[in-house]
Every structure is written in C-alpha cells, then in structure tokens.
C-alpha cells in the first residue's frame, strides 16, 4: 500500500471519537423526530394546540442544530478535514448542519399557526390554518429525520475509513532499545 495513504489516516482514536458522537446525534434526533407530535391519536389536529408544547420542539429543534453545526464547525477545523476521507464525511456534516437548521423554523410556524387558530373567520380559513401547521410540522420532522440520515451516512465514511486502519497498523516502540552486545572474540585496547 502507498505510504501517502498511510499519513492521510485520521487517527483511529479520533475517528472512533467522531463515530460515537456520531452516532448519538443520529438516535437523539430519530427520538426527537418521533416524540414530537402534533397531530392526535385519531390523526387530526388538536381542537386547542398547545403553543407551549408547539414553541418547545422549536426550541429543542433549535439546540439539537446547534450540536450539529458545532460538530461540523469543529471538523472542519480539523487538520483532517482536508483528506480524501475528511472531506466527504465534512459533506456529509455541512449537508446535517443545513437540514437541521431548517427543522427549527418549521417548528415555529407551526407554533404561530396555533396561535392563529382561535382568530379564523370561517371553515374555510380554519382548515387552511390546520392545513399549514400539518404541513409545517411535518416537514420539520423530516428535517430532522433527513439530518439523522446525513449524519449515518458521516458514520458510514468513518467505519470504511476505519477498516484502513488494518491496512496500517501502528508501529510499536519499544520501551527501552536493548544495548547492542558485543562480538566474541573481538577485544579492543
């Protein structure tokens, strides 16, 4: 194997590192994603949406991204970032980042249109409210799910990058070099 792959490894430590944050974001957002509710059992829209409730996936939405653009942020500061591998897992973190920037303000409207519903004139203007807080909600949800998705997608990067490493064991050192014995037979005055 060439020796210029060798020095473009990312350190095992730091890619295992990178992997289990990883992959804590990845379930963190599929629970996220699942726990937020909207709509009832019966799959309609709650005669009173709580705007607390509705307001608070925002602000959780918020945080979870927050997380994700850090750990992008933090990456490509990394002197990895700039090798074959880094730089498609830092594709994969900078496509997360803007997705789960996205999920946020998704939350908010549908929490604004919560809001709304008490003041709508009509059926109509009423189903059209519901109709958008659906829509809103829904589509931050699958912000976040497609976040999750890009971040597995980083984790895939990182165990093939990983299997390298066979490839390209650490050299062991020794603790202390043994003295060099010298040759029988051979005496110097």
């Given at each position: 194997?060439?020796?210029?792959?060798?020095?473009?490894?990312?350190?095992?430590?730091?890619?295992?590192?990178?992997?289990?944050?990883?992959?804590?974001?990845?379930?963190?957002?599929?629970?996220?994603?699942?726990?937020?509710?909207?709509?009832?059992?019966?799959?309609?829209?709650?005669?009173?949406?709580?705007?607390?409730?509705?307001?608070?996936?925002?602000?959780?939405?918020?945080?979870?991204?927050?997380?994700?653009?850090?750990?992008?942020?933090?990456?490509?500061?990394?002197?990895?970032?700039?090798?074959?591998?880094?730089?498609?897992?830092?594709?994969?973190?900078?496509?997360?980042?803007?997705?789960?920037?996205?999920?946020?303000?998704?939350?908010?409207?549908?929490?604004?249109?919560?809001l709304s519903l008490p003041r709508s004139c009509g059926p109509t203007?009423?189903?059209?409210?519901?109709?958008?807080?659906?829509?809103?909600?829904?589509?931050?949800?699958?912000?976040?799910?497609?976040?999750?998705?890009?971040?597995?997608?980083?984790?895939?990067?990182?165990?093939?990058?990983?299997?390298?490493?066979?490839?390209?064991?650490?050299?062991?050192?020794?603790?202390?070099?043994?003295?060099?014995?010298?040759?029988?037979?051979?005496?110097?005055?």
């Amino acid at each position: 194997m060439n020796p210029s792959i060798a020095r473009q490894l990312i350190p095992r430590g730091d890619t295992v590192r990178l992997i289990n944050q990883l992959q804590e974001l990845v379930l963190r957002l599929k629970d996220t994603a699942e726990q937020m509710r909207l709509l009832t059992d019966a799959g309609r829209v709650p005669q009173t949406p709580d705007f607390s409730s509705l307001i608070q996936h925002a602000a959780e939405a918020q945080a979870i991204s927050h997380e994700v653009v850090n750990l992008a942020a933090q990456f490509a500061q990394s002197p990895h970032s700039t090798n074959r591998a880094g730089s498609s897992v830092l594709a994969h973190l900078a496509t997360a980042a803007t997705l789960s920037a996205f999920a946020a303000p998704h939350f908010a409207e549908t929490a604004e249109a919560a809001l709304s519903l008490p003041r709508s004139c009509g059926p109509t203007d009423l189903q059209y409210a519901e109709n958008r807080m659906v829509i809103d909600h829904a589509t931050a949800r699958a912000y976040l799910r497609r976040t999750s998705d890009s971040l597995r997608d980083a984790v895939k990067e990182l165990d093939e990058h990983l299997d390298l490493h066979r490839f390209f064991p650490t050299p062991s050192r020794p603790d202390s070099p043994a003295p060099l014995q010298p040759k029988p037979g051979t005496h110097r005055r």
